[in-house]
T-cell receptor, first 109, second 113 residues
């Protein structure tokens, strides 16, 4: 699950998007989805407190204090961060499949 | 630099027709090629996937064709139904690199009744 599902905020304000999985998956990911660009990886985590940058980490940070929760933090939101944000998880075993949440629609005005 | 290029961006097909979506990749280290289906208001869901040691995989009306030498793969939706109307994404990943998915730009498919 992801929360909130929709958020409107002003430029310069801090924003935290949350993701919660109940599958005991080791890996968790944050993507942003923009028309024509598909999904692009922002950050991922392979364990509690462990993280790696994805393809577009600038302007974002993440936190994983518990295995089931992974947060995306925008320290100072900007208009170019208006997007759909998708969280995903992966067991880390033989299966390659990533499972996606429903997304958070973020609008920065 | 988009490592996975997807075409077309959109397509309209009549019910019962065949939908074909193509993807090309650059990184020969990719070892997993999934297709995801996304309905409005939902997150993407895995539809079908293929490994590079197989040239074709079929699941029901959905088939992936894979051409390793050309670095291309495609999704064929046979007997397209209105319920198949969705956005489809191809992707590629390398499990050794944390299974990070690199997605194509997406194809919006509309199946007309």
């Amino acid at each position: 699950t992801q929360s909130p599902r929709h958020k409107v905020t002003e430029t310069g304000t801090p924003v935290t998007l949350r993701c919660h999985q109940t599958e005991n998956h080791r890996y968790m990911y944050w993507y942003r989805q923009d028309p024509g660009l598909g999904l692009r990886l922002i950050y991922f985590s392979y364990d509690v407190k462990m993280k790696e940058k994805g393809d577009i980490p600038e302007g974002y940070s993440v936190s994983r204090e518990k295995k089931e929760r992974f947060s995306l933090i925008l320290e100072s939101a900007s208009t170019n961060q208006t997007s759909m944000y998708l969280c995903a998880s992966h067991s880390g075993s033989l299966s390659y499949e990533q499972y996606f949440g429903p997304g958070t629609r973020l609008t920065v005005t | 630099q988009q490592q996975v290029k997807q075409s077309p961006q959109s397509l309209i097909v009549q019910k019962g027709g065949i939908s074909i979506i193509n993807c090309a990749y650059e990184n020969t280290a990719f070892d997993y090629f999934p297709w995801y289906q996304q309905f409005p208001g939902k997150g993407p869901a895995l539809l079908i996937a293929i490994r590079p040691d197989v040239s074709e995989k079929k699941e029901g009306r959905f088939t992936i064709s894979f051409n390793k030498s050309a670095k291309q793969f495609s999704l064929h939706i046979m007997d397209s139904q209105p319920g198949d109307s969705a956005t489809y994404f191809c992707a590629a990943s390398k499990k050794a690199a944390g299974n990070k998915l690199t997605f194509g730009g997406g194809t919006r498919v509309l199946v007309k009744p």
